[in-house]
């Protein structure tokens, strides 16, 4: 009797074990499927610009332009200030771009408005915002306000940070919301696109194409220019010669000789040539 017991106790500890197990299992899984909003970008900007350059279908904006903020700056302004604030810069961007619709923005929220998160007064009207690095600065406050009970690193300018109590019920993307369903599943599918981005760079063989190409159009180049009219320097008269050829002979290579010579006739019937 007593061997029975123990071996029904064996028994169920081996299936207790297996429970726990199986639990543990499926809790790892699930932590690491989770995207940390906090921490260190695992994608470079050099990637940024690219992801957005390849799969943008509107250029980039020209009043971001107009004030001199062009793609390489924008995605490094977002780059710094995620960096101060310790919130990673894939996600920070990859948030911009679902938010703005790739920058498109819309009927409520103007793009000079630069505001990249929808962020809204007390009133309940879209803040505006004086500069374009103000409204990154103000996004990614408001992201670290979900993701983290931190204290912000530089001043505040997130109009509704104060209005996120408790702080830091959102650490990963996945528990981000808004009246879009999809909302976190969008940023994190260009998210993992962003990181997946392969740099295109010129290798040295494609270096070396571009440079005998190029001494091959410099090599024996020969320039005729016809018919070309020319104005005396001489203030008072200011007859018109027309020069009727004009040779340039010799290699393209800099530091080479050339012979430049010329022809041509003048309104008073006189012969010009040089050389």
Request: proline share 2%.
């Amino acid at each position: 009797m007593y061997i029975k017991r123990k071996t029904a106790r064996i028994i169920i500890g081996i299936i207790l074990l297996s429970i726990l197990s199986i639990n543990f299992s499926v809790d790892y899984a699930i932590a690491q499927e989770t995207t940390p909003i906090m921490g260190e970008s695992q994608a470079s900007k050099e990637q940024m610009v690219q992801y957005y350059t390849e799969n943008s279908d509107v250029t980039y904006p020209q009043e971001f332009l107009d004030k001199n903020i062009d793609l390489e700056k924008f995605v490094g302004l977002i780059y710094d200030e995620a960096v101060v604030e310790g919130v990673r810069a894939d996600v920070a961007i990859a948030q911009i771009i679902v938010n703005t619709n790739w920058l498109k923005f819309d009927r409520e929220v103007s793009i000079n408005n630069n505001n990249f998160g929808s962020l809204k007064n007390l009133d309940g009207t879209y803040e505006s915002f004086n500069f374009i690095q103000e409204g990154i600065r103000a996004n990614i406050q408001h992201l670290k306000a979900h993701a983290s009970t931190e204290p912000l690193n530089q001043e505040c300018v997130d109009p509704e940070y104060d209005l996120i109590e408790p702080k830091g019920l959102s650490p990963n993307v996945e528990d981000l919301e808004n009246e879009d369903s999809e909302y976190s599943n969008k940023i994190i599918n260009i998210l993992r696109q962003i990181i997946s981005t392969e740099i295109k760079l010129l290798t040295d063989n494609m270096l070396h194409e571009d440079e005998d190409e190029e001494d091959e159009l410099l090599l024996d180049s020969t320039a005729t220019i016809t018919n070309t009219e020319v104005e005396s320097s001489d203030i008072t008269d200011k007859s018109i010669v027309t020069v009727d050829v004009l040779n340039i002979d010799g290699t393209g290579y800099t530091g080479n000789t050339h012979t430049i010579r010329s022809s041509g006739t003048s309104e008073n019937g006189v012969l010009y040539q040089f050389w």
